[in-house]
């Protein structure tokens, strides 16, 4: 059997695609599946693709990729399943998504994030201008199976389609070995993991942070945004490395994940703190969205929302040793237990067989 991955980016570089299907390739192939993966942005337009400027590159590459997805059409008909990633293409209306619809045998559309509401490129505000939100409705309408990742995008989904699975992003607990020592050393680090278009998130606990200053020695680790600076505190800034990941991940004593009350959260796995929790590392949350799912309050986690309470939450994981060990642990068995690689990889497998007829 044979399957094409129809992806936005290059493989292993985009969260989306790296903590979500991309996992399960070893599942798959040891299924029985012949796997062929067609990005519309390659390599080099990665390099560049989310950094302000270079607007002619940009262009010529938007249209290479463009004829990579008319060379794609001609191949469509060798595969049994065509898998679609957000989308075939990324501007102007669904005529892409049209066509490998039609000259697919059988389509299965994997949506992350809430993307129909299509929110604004600070790095591209040309695209802004001709994105088009109905592209995932169309697909939506038109698959043999979605999988979502959301109870909230899954209701969404099922007002076009009742053939969804709502399948969270996952982790690889192969890699992500938990620790085993809670003792804090002087100078605490307070870690955040997310991308330049995220950090700004990491502002709505400014007055946090100014207030724990007085109470204890503390860093903000924030892994994603080497430019990330907040006056007032001691920020320890580094770009998102693949190779690195795991171990930068690994020096956050409290993990935090703060989000705005904004539908578009609704559309968040919760991952960040998937990868915090499925490393030992205490963990605190906005109370929303996915975050329910995710976090048992007060057993594998904390969900707070007003400032008070991220205050209390993240003093008595400051002072309380102990009941750092019994979160983290609990969250470590949490995450093996539902949010695994092993514990979905027969979930992925069975939609792929169960669209297949097998």
Known sequence: MKILFVAPYPYGKAPSQRLKYEQYYPYIKEAGYDITTSSFIDN???????????????????????FRRLKDLFTLHRYDVVYVHLWVTPIGPPIFEWLFRKFSKRLIYDIDDLIFLKPKSKSNPLINLIKFGNKPIYLMKEADHIITCTPHLDQFVRQFNPETTDISSTINTKAYLPRTNYTLK????????????????????????????????????????????MEGVEVNAIPWDESTEVEDLSKIDIGLYPLPNEEWVLGKSGLKALQYMALGVPTIATAIGANFRVIEHGVSGFLVNSPEEWLQAIRALVKDEELRRLIGTSAVERVDKYYSIKSNAPVYVGILNKVNGK
């Open 44 to 66: 080099q337009f990665w390099s560049i693709v989310y950094k302000p400027g270079n607007t002619l590159k940009k262009i010529l590459f938007t249209v290479l990729a463009y």
């Open 186 to 229: 002087k100078k605490i680090t307070l870690g955040w993991s997310g991308s330049h278009s995220t950090s700004k998130y990491v502002y709505l606990l400014k007055d946090v942070f100014l207030k724990l200053k007085a109470e204890f020695d503390f860093s903000l680790l924030v892994i994603g945004d080497q430019d990330f600076k």
